[in-house]
């Protein structure tokens, strides 16, 4: 079984107190820059939130990196983490560094600023039904209509965010459709490509 453990740098300074260590995501988080590299869950979106609301205390003003790579997951915990990064203050610029997919291209598409790296990819789709489908034929049809709604809702974001009618998003999220980070930019996925972070 492979291990998911991702090893995070020691920061070592010396000071008037002695060394001191930590983590280089807190250093991160003092320059306000975030990361979502995992999957879109209400763990990692609960961490994220934590951050921005924290971060909004901080200072109103001061903008925001999200940093992200990440295949997706859960639409629930995803549009919580959307409507926090709406009702900020500050602007968030989005940065996908390899891939943002499916839910995480919500997320992406959303920044303020949205920057790709040259070999960075995003991948939109329809919400998926997860686990299990069975029971009664009340309860699947009830189980579809709420995927038909939260369809609608996610295209309806998207189509916020990227100027794209509702027809064109239905038309491309009907099956898994790429870009490169030159296409999202003409699809207006994305702003510009960047060489340098």
Known sequence: MESSFVYSPQIIRETSSGLERYDVRDQMLANRELELTSQVDAGSCAGVIRNLLFLEREDQDAPVTLYINSPGGEVQSGLALYDVM????????TVCLGMAASMAALLFISGDEREMLPHSRVMIHDPLIGGGLGGSALSVKARADDLMRIRDI??????????????QVFALTASDTYFEAEAAVDAGLADRIITSL
């Open 154 to 167: 996610t295209a309806e974001v998207i189509s916020r965010h990227t100027g794209m009618t509702l027809e």
């Open 86 to 93: 709406q009702a900020v203050s500050y602007p968030i610029r």
